[in-house]
Nanobody, 115 residues
Framework: QVQLVESGGGLVQAGGSLRLSCAAS????????MGWYRQAPGKQRELVAHITKGGSTNYRDSVKGRFTISRDDAKNTVYLQMNSLKPEDTAAYYC?????????WGQGTQVTVSS
């Protein structure tokens, strides 16, 4: 069973930065895609960004130019660097992995951006 543990969330003022980390319980080299999703209260979970095994990235339009996803296979970790944060970025952020054994989710980390 693949376990994912997120960290790095918190409370930050608008314009500030946070870096989220997602640590996997096993080596992520074989993981096809790793991504970050978020879910605000009363809203559906939405894709924020993902990165493929080959390093290709994709972002939702509202975070392009502000967020950067990266992966460090040696550390079994995926990161989401979030800059110029806005109140509308407030949500619970979840890590997801598509791997040879299926699909795994982390427990989430809360990001709150104050205006």
């Amino acid at each position: 069973q693949v376990q994912l543990v997120e960290s790095g969330g918190g409370l930050v003022q608008a314009g500030g930065s946070l870096r989220l980390s997602c640590a996997a319980s096993i080596n992520i080299f074989s993981f096809n895609v790793m991504g970050w999703y978020r879910q605000a209260p009363g809203k559906q979970r939405e894709l924020v960004a993902h990165i493929t095994k080959g390093g290709s990235t994709n972002y939702r339009d509202s975070v392009k130019g502000r967020f950067t996803i990266s992966r460090d296979d040696a550390k079994n970790t995926v990161y989401l660097q979030m800059n110029s944060l806005k109140p509308e970025d407030t949500a619970a952020y979840y890590c997801n992995a598509l791997h040879p054994w299926g699909d795994s989710w982390g427990q989430g980390t809360q990001v709150t951006v104050s205006s």
